[in-house]
């Protein structure tokens, strides 16, 4: 079945650094991605709307120069966090639609995200 | 826009047990999801379900949209059942984008 793969499923970063997370979507083609993040006991929160080839779409307190979404295929997208806080700690989870109208939502492995 | 509650909060059960889960939403909707996230945090899709009641195995939904709620059950619970559930209708005005409830905690005691 159709599957979405995320990278890296950890990391750990210095503040101020910056560390990007890959979301691929492996046997079909998403035109749209979501980026989800989540806080420990706590439910997903949309960040952004990834479109191919065009801008995200972001949620309204989502900051887009700390967090860079780039859309550049069909299959990938990713999400950089720029000049991390330890308050950017969080995980981050993308997600990705089947290419046919009404098919499943696919969810990545998620990636947790550590700023030291 | 929407707003989504799920019920219990937190929810533990010894093993074979059978539960119920339900989710209450503001608004009326053309669909419904319920996922199951695992303690390792992936999220595995359970029931696309708008409306009316579907079976997978021990797990089943209910969704009764003109009611504005949402039931999953689990029969013969196992331990591997264990983790959150969350039910995701999609935002007013987008079929694509989910607003997730704030889920169940579902722990299984051996």
């Known amino acids: 079945g159709a599957v979405v793969s995320q990278h890296p499923s950890r990391v750990i970063c210095k503040s101020g650094t910056s560390v990007k997370i890959e979301c691929r979507s492996l046997?079909?083609?998403?035109?749209?991605m979501f980026w989800y993040r989540q806080f420990p006991k706590q439910s997903l929160m949309l960040m952004a709307t990834s479109n191919e080839g065009s801008k995200a779409t972001y949620e309204q307190g989502v900051e887009k120069d700390k967090f860079l979404i780039n859309h550049a295929s069909l299959t990938l997208s990713t999400l950089t966090v720029t000049s991390a806080h330890p308050e950017d700690s969080s995980f981050y989870i993308c997600?990705?639609?089947?290419?046919?109208?009404?098919?499943?939502?696919?969810f990545g492995e998620g990636s947790w995200l550590t700023v030291v | 826009g929407i707003q989504v509650e799920q019920s219990p909060p937190d929810l533990i059960l010894q093993e074979g047990a059978n539960s119920t889960l339900r989710c209450n939403f503001s608004?009326?909707?053309?669909?419904l999801q319920w996922f199951h996230q695992n303690p390792w945090g992936q999220l595995i899709n359970l029931f696309y379900?708008?409306?009316g009641t579907n079976q997978n195995g021990r797990l089943s939904a209910t969704t009764v949209a003109t009611e504005r709620y949402s039931l999953l059950y689990i029969s013969s619970s196992q331990t591997t059942d264990s983790g959150v559930y969350f039910c995701a209708p999609p935002r007013a005005g987008s079929a694509r984008q989910l607003t997730f409830g704030s889920g169940t905690q579902l722990t299984v005691l051996p």
């Open positions: 046997d079909f083609q998403a035109t749209t």
């Open positions: 379900i708008p409306s």
């Open positions: 608004d009326s909707v053309n669909n």
């Open positions: 997600s990705a639609r089947g290419g046919q109208p009404g098919n499943t939502i696919y």
